[in-house]
């Protein structure tokens, strides 16, 4: 049930990618480039991340995920580990715990939703 519901995200997620509207991460300045990290994460990470305060829907997962405020914040977390993660975790149905699943970024995409969840941490 949650892959098929998955599914039906990443699938919306890529008609919104092609015809959606860019977004303003939490008064946070937009560039280009975080605008497109925030509405992608909004539309494929928000499936199972809390990818901004107001996002219009809650997690599909039972078992919470780091929200991406808490991952800018982790020590040593930057565009190139964040990036390198998006890119190369990927979920294995046989192995638990379960990883992240494949969300089949460009590796611009993914390094676009890294610099939106880094303009997320505190300062």
């Known amino acids: ?3 098929r519901r998955i599914g039906r995200v990443l699938s919306c997620a890529l008609l919104g990618m092609l015809c ?6 939490d008064g946070v300045p937009s560039t280009p480039s975080l605008a497109h990290g925030e509405h ?3 539309l ?7 990818v901004a305060a107001d996002q219009e829907y809650p997690p599909l997962l039972i078992t919470p995920t780091p929200a991406f405020r808490e991952i800018a914040n982790r020590p040593g977390t930057s565009v ?4 390198r993660f ?3 975790t990927h979920w294995d149905e046989g192995k638990l715990p379960m990883a992240m ?3 089949m970024l460009t590796e611009e995409q993914a390094r676009d939703v890294a610099r ?3 303009s997320l941490r505190s300062h």
């Not at 959606?20 to 991460?25: L, N, T």
């Not at 494929?44 to 809390?50: G, T, Y």
């Not at 190139?80 to 990036?83: F, G, H, I, S």
């Open 1 to 3: 049930m949650i892959i």
């Open 86 to 88: 998006i890119t190369t």
């Open 116 to 118: 939106y969840i880094l």
């Open 20 to 25: 959606g509207p860019w977004a303003v991460a």
């Open 101 to 103: 699943p494949d969300p």
């Open 80 to 83: 190139e580990t964040l990036r």
């Open 44 to 50: 494929i990470c928000s499936a199972c991340h809390v």
């Open 40 to 42: 992608i994460a909004r």
